[in-house]
């Protein structure tokens, strides 16, 4: 490649809403598209057409007394009523043109009420056909299942991959990742889009040794790493 001394910025723009928006992840697709995917409290960030219209809310109202100063000056501080609505983070994939100037489409997927997204979104990667896969780390209940493997265990750590089809209208496949029995970890370090559509992820386990293994290495427990392959559809 030639060096370039002087780099030039060729676009830059902002995209968000009026809460917490966060970006985890950005690829491209061989068009040069650019993807961005993160979680999003905001509303109003879905195009038409999408997968999901609108962030999951919890809609719970909390109102508490609430003293200002009062650490730093006693009996001079000023109590009031202090009001804060809790609301969910949702997953948001938004694809943009390749010189950053269009919003192609965006979408959230959201999970089921009173649950957010405590965490992001480790990995990402988009396919030459422009499906997005995406992994989250402790995924909360309730993210949609399409030609899932596993459901939600409720009494382990959980990873949730999925894929986006390439317009964002819905989903090829949203599945749980677990070990399938009790207090079992499993943590996504990895994913990845071969060029036929199939999703692999890799990370770390620990726990009972119920983990699916279709070919093992000799000696290996497969409480030592995880290796999962996802085909094109799930």
């Keep these: 490649l030639p060096l370039v001394i002087d780099p030039v910025l060729e676009y830059s723009r902002y995209f968000g809403g009026s809460k917490a928006d966060i970006s985890y992840a950005v690829d491209l697709d061989a068009a040069g598209n650019i993807y961005v995917i993160g979680s999003s409290a905001s509303a109003g960030l879905a195009t038409p057409g999408a997968y999901g219209q609108a962030p999951g809310q919890r809609g719970e109202v909390f109102s508490y007394p609430y003293c200002f100063d009062c650490a730093e000056a006693p009996g001079q501080g000023v109590q009031v009523e202090r009001v804060e609505i809790d609301i969910t983070r949702s997953v948001l994939v938004s694809k943009f043109s390749a010189d950053g100037g269009s919003l192609i489409w965006s979408t959230y997927v959201n999970a089921a009420p009173q649950q957010n997204l405590t965490h992001g979104m480790n990995s990402a990667a988009v396919s030459d056909a422009g499906e997005v896969a995406f992994g989250i780390d402790q995924a909360p ?28 209208s819905g989903l090829v496949f949203g599945t749980y990742l677990h070990l399938g029995g009790t207090n079992g970890f499993v943590w996504l370090r990895g994913l990845d889009v071969s060029a036929t559509g ?37």
């Design 141 to 168: 209940d309730g993210l949609p299942l399409a030609n899932d493997t596993q459901s939600f265990a409720p009494d382990e750590i959980n990873v949730y991959v999925a894929k986006l089809n390439a317009t964002g």
């Design 198 to 234: 199939d999703v692999a992820v890799s990370g770390m386990l620990s726990g009972n040794n119920t983990f699916p293994v279709l070919i093992g290495i000799p000696g290996q427990s497969c409480e030592m790493n995880l290796a999962e392959s996802e085909n094109s559809d799930g």
